[in-house]
């Protein structure tokens, strides 16, 4: 089983700056992508970025620019700062892990409120 501690979600004006971070702990071993997810009200969860093992990142369009994920690999814990924020990022984020071999794992998730 692997537990995720989400941090820093908060409300932030139109340009403003976030970071969130994810640190992970239990059973770790085999971890291969770490990302982050979000959900805006009244939609679905959408990816906003990844990060694999070996370094590989992947963005939303929608964030490519202004968001960046990174990771600690000594800490367990993944990090996505988020710039230039608009009230469209408006969400609840969820971190996700997911292991080589297919159990994938979800945070409690974070509020991030962008006001115009």
């Known amino acids: 089983q692997v537990e995720l501690v989400e941090s820093g979600g908060g409300l932030v004006q139109a340009g403003g700056s976030l970071r969130l971070s994810c640190a992970a702990s239990g059973s770790i071993g085999g971890i291969n992508v770490m990302g982050w997810y979000r959900q805006p009200p009244g939609k679905q969860r959408e990816l906003v970025a990844g990060?694999?093992?070996?370094?590989?990142?992947n963005y939303a369009d929608s964030v490519k620019g202004r968001f960046i994920i990174s990771r600690n690999n000594a800490k367990n814990t993944v990090y996505l700062q988020m710039n230039s924020l608009k009230p469209e990022d408006t969400a609840v984020y969820y971190c996700n892990v997911a292991r080589s071999w297919g159990d994938v794992y979800w945070g409690q998730g974070t509020q991030v409120t962008v006001s115009s």
């Open positions: 990060l694999t093992s070996v370094g590989r990142t």
